[in-house]
């Protein structure tokens, strides 16, 4: 079992509608967990990152943890076209351990 | 420079060769990365630096990859005698601090590698 786990999808969202992006963890002392945005061709780029259970909001984006249930979650509101693109959790295991990847959900907003 | 810089960007490699991958991380971060991304995976753990040790190297796939960071800046990774499989984006990331802690990595724009 891969320790980060993310649907590949892709998950198609209309032009305003919620995306819902989900990630399940494998490793129950995980610290801190990070939701990465990755456009076509780009490099990775941090949106959010969250360490207690509950909801964090910025902007258009809430992340959401619960660490009872090993899940980590991202919302965006009033998705636009240009939030399309690959979703990456990632999450620090332990400290002095690096961050260990999902595989990315790609993410398509119609308009 | 203002953020992490590599290069080269793109690397074309005959089956065999020896390649060197440079990474300029931001100034005055302590921790640096690499991970390898292949086509439509996320981005796996090679080995990480906290100023100019080594600290794990867990994920170097094979005694082919070497990494470096001399002098607690500049970083090279190393693939001797390149296989088809090492074909992959190489990303590198820093970070002000250490792992498992607040402080949010930056990546670089990475290097393609194409081995053919």
């Known amino acids: 079992q891969k320790e980060v786990e993310q649907n590949s999808g892709p998950l198609s969202v209309p032009e305003g509608a919620i995306a819902s992006l989900n990630c399940t963890y494998s490793?129950?002392?995980?610290?801190?967990f990070f939701w990465y945005r990755q456009y076509s061709g780009k490099s990775p780029e941090l949106i959010m990152f969250?360490?207690?259970?509950g909801d964090k909001e910025d902007g258009r984006f809430t992340a959401q943890l619960n660490k009872a249930s090993q899940y980590v979650s991202l919302l965006i509101r009033d998705s636009q076209p240009s939030d399309s693109a690959t979703y990456l959790c990632a999450v620090a295991p332990r400290a002095g351990t690096a961050l260990i990847f999902g595989k990315g959900t790609t993410l398509s907003v119609s308009s | 420079g203002a953020g992490v810089s590599q290069s080269p960007r793109y690397k074309v490699a005959k089956r065999g060769q020896d390649v060197a991958l440079r990474c300029d991380p931001i100034?005055?971060?302590?921790?640096l990365f690499w991970y390898q991304q292949a086509l439509g995976q996320g981005p796996e753990f090679l080995t990480y630096?906290?100023?100019?040790?080594?600290?794990?190297k867990s994920g170097l796939p094979s005694d082919r990859f070497f990494a470096e960071r001399p002098e607690g800046s500049v970083s090279t990774l190393k693939i001797q005698r390149t296989q088809q499989e090492d074909s992959a984006v190489y990303l590198c990331?820093?970070?002000?601090?250490?792992?498992?802690?607040?402080?949010?990595?930056?990546f670089g724009n990475g290097t393609r590698l194409t081995v053919t």
């Open positions: 990331a820093s970070s002000l601090a250490g792992t498992g802690s607040s402080s949010p990595l930056h």
């Open positions: 490793d129950r002392g995980s610290q801190s």
């Open positions: 969250i360490y207690s259970n």
């Open positions: 100034s005055g971060h302590v921790s």
């Open positions: 630096f906290q100023n100019e040790a080594q600290l794990d």
